[in-house]
């Protein structure tokens, strides 16, 4: 049982270039999301999405384009990278019906230059 | 809006020297209370979630207790294995699904 798998681990960027952050659950979950992680800040919402085909914007959205195509998948884009979203980022998933708690993935370490 | 705030940001305790986290928090209605604890270069691993004042869980050495405002984090005995960064979430009853507003975390540092 993988649960939640991120890739890649470490990215590096030259500012304005685009790319996309995957991740993948298998646990047959509802609800998935970005979240971004800054050194004093804490984890801060990106998108989250509650099932196939629906998405919404969390905390920090902007820079920020996520889709939901299939029950598994839900990844990340980056349209023109900045040196302001250098960050860790971790992908979760969760039951989307009671206070079942998130699983998260092991981050991908992306800095842009 | 939802706000979470932890205290100590970091902690040093000599192995079996207990002590507890703090995590304070506002918000419109508490629909769970979430630990989680994350070692360095990992993602968050849960740890509890309490849903009403008053609950406690334990695991191993670590307590979580809840009041209405805040939630404590109690660590008895800890060993060196317990150093880690120790983050707590809400998720409000209005926060539509499942997000959750973190603390910025304690760092635990144990020594032998």
């Known amino acids: 049982n993988a649960g939640v798998t991120q890739t890649p681990k470490f990215q590096v960027l030259k500012t304005g270039q685009s790319m996309t952050l995957q991740c993948a659950q298998d646990?047959?979950?509802?609800?998935m999301s970005w979240y971004r992680q800054d050194p004093g800040m804490g984890l801060r919402l990106i998108h989250y999405?509650?099932?196939?085909?629906?998405?919404d914007q969390g905390e920090v959205p902007n820079g920020y384009n996520v889709s939901r195509s299939t029950t598994e998948d839900f990844p990340l884009r980056l349209l023109s990278a900045a040196p302001s979203q250098t960050s860790v980022y971790f992908c979760?998933?969760?039951?989307?019906?009671?206070?079942?708690?998130?699983?998260f993935g092991q981050g991908t370490r992306l800095t842009v230059v | 809006e939802d706000q979470v705030t932890q205290s100590p940001e970091a902690l040093r305790l000599q192995e079996g020297e207990s002590s507890s986290l703090n995590c304070s928090y506002t918000?419109?209605?508490?629909?769970?209370l979430f630990w989680y604890r994350q070692d360095p270069g990992k993602g968050p691993e849960f740890l509890f979630t309490?849903?009403?004042a008053g609950e406690e869980k334990e695991k191993e050495r670590l307590k979580a207790t809840l009041t209405k405002k805040e939630s404590f984090l109690h660590i008895t005995a800890p060993k060196p294995e317990d150093s880690a960064t120790y983050l707590c979430?809400?998720?409000?009853?209005?926060?539509?699904?499942?997000?959750?507003?973190f603390g910025k975390g304690t760092m635990l540092l144990v020594s032998p």
């Open positions: 979760a998933s969760g039951q989307r019906v009671g206070n079942t708690e998130a699983f």
């Open positions: 646990m047959n979950h509802e609800y």
């Open positions: 999405s509650v099932g196939a085909g629906i998405t």
């Open positions: 918000v419109s209605g508490l629909r769970g």
């Open positions: 309490l849903y009403s």
């Open positions: 979430a809400v998720q409000a009853v209005n926060s539509g699904y499942s997000t959750l507003t």
